[in-house]
C-alpha cells in the first residue's frame, strides 16, 4: 500500500507569493492533518480535515488555509508568503478520528524556502 | 493545555549502549502516545504507540510505556546502532476525536561505531 505522498518535495517561493501545496493520504484513510515544522518552533499543528470539513485549527494567521477534496485529498495554501513560513510542511493521514485506529502516518514533506 | 517535554539533546552514544530518551506529558484526560523518528531529510515515521496506562509500544527494538502515575513514556533500546541515529519526537493525541498531536521539541541521537 502507497504511502501517504506530497508533492512538491521541494519549492522556492519569494515574499508576497502564494503557493499551494498538495497531500494524497493512505488509500482508504479519510482524515488529513497539517504540521509545520521550523528549527525554532518545531512541529506545529495546522489544521485537520476529515470528509472535506476542518475540524481542528491551530494557531496560526488567516494567510494559512487548507481544503480537502472528495477523494480525501488535501491542499494547503499560503498566501503573501513571509520569510518566516520558510519550513518543512508535513501532512499526515489516519484511517478515521476517534477511534484506536487514529495513528497518523506523515508523509516526505514539502520543504517550502521564500527569500 | 497540553504538553510534551523532552529530554534535551543532542545525545551521543556508542554502537550497543543502553539508550533511555525521557518523556513527561500534561493533558486533560486520558491521551494516546507516540513516539516518531525523523531520519535526515525525511518525514516522520510511527516508532511505537501506547494508547492506555501501562500498554507498552514496542518496535525494532525500542519500547516505551504509558505511565499514568507519573505522566512518563520513556523511551528505551538495549543495544543501538548506528543505524538509529535520527532525531526523535514523544507526542500526545489528546482524545477522541481530536487529532491534533501536540510534539516534543525532539531529541536528537548520534551514535558512533
Known amino acids: 500500500k502507497a504511502g501517504v505522498t506530497q508533492t512538491p518535495r521541494y519549492l522556492i517561493k519569494t515574499r508576497g507569493q502564494q503557493v499551494t501545496l498538495s497531500c494524497s493520504p493512505i488509500?482508504?484513510?479519510?482524515?488529513v492533518s497539517w504540521y509545520q515544522q521550523t528549527p525554532g518552533q518545531g512541529l506545529q499543528f495546522l489544521f485537520e480535515?476529515?470528509?472535506?470539513?476542518?475540524?481542528n485549527k491551530g494557531n496560526f494567521p488567516g494567510r494559512f488555509s487548507g481544503r480537502q477534496f472528495s477523494n480525501s485529498r488535501s491542499e494547503m495554501n499560503v498566501s503573501t508568503l513571509e520569510l518566516g513560513d520558510s519550513a518543512l510542511y508535513l501532512c499526515a493521514s489516519s484511517l478515521l478520528p476517534g477511534l484506536d485506529t487514529d495513528t497518523q502516518y506523515f508523509g516526505p514533506g514539502t520543504r517550502l524556502t521564500v527569500l | 493545555g497540553d504538553s510534551v517535554t523532552q529530554m534535551e539533546g543532542p545525545v551521543t552514544l556508542s554502537e550497543e549502549a543502553f539508550l533511555t530518551i525521557n518523556c513527561t506529558y500534561t493533558a486533560t484526560g486520558y491521551p494516546s502516545l507516540f513516539w516518531y523518528v525523523q531520519y535526515p531529510g525525511e518525514g516522520l515515521q510511527l516508532l511505537l504507540k501506547a494508547t492506555k496506562a501501562d500498554d507498552k509500544g514496542s518496535n525494532k527494538g525500542f519500547e516505551a510505556t504509558y505511565r499514568k502515575e507519573t505522566t512518563s513514556f520513556h523511551l528505551e533500546k538495549g543495544s543501538v546502532q548506528v543505524s538509529d541515529s535520527a532525531v526523535y519526537f514523544c507526542?500526545?493525541?489528546?482524545?477522541?476525536?481530536?487529532?491534533?498531536?501536540?510534539f516534543g521539541t525532539g531529541t536528537r541521537l548520534t551514535i558512533i561505531p
Open positions: 507526542a500526545l493525541v489528546p482524545n477522541f476525536g481530536n487529532e491534533k498531536l501536540t
Open positions: 488509500s482508504g484513510h479519510r482524515s
Open positions: 480535515y476529515f470528509s472535506e470539513t476542518q475540524r
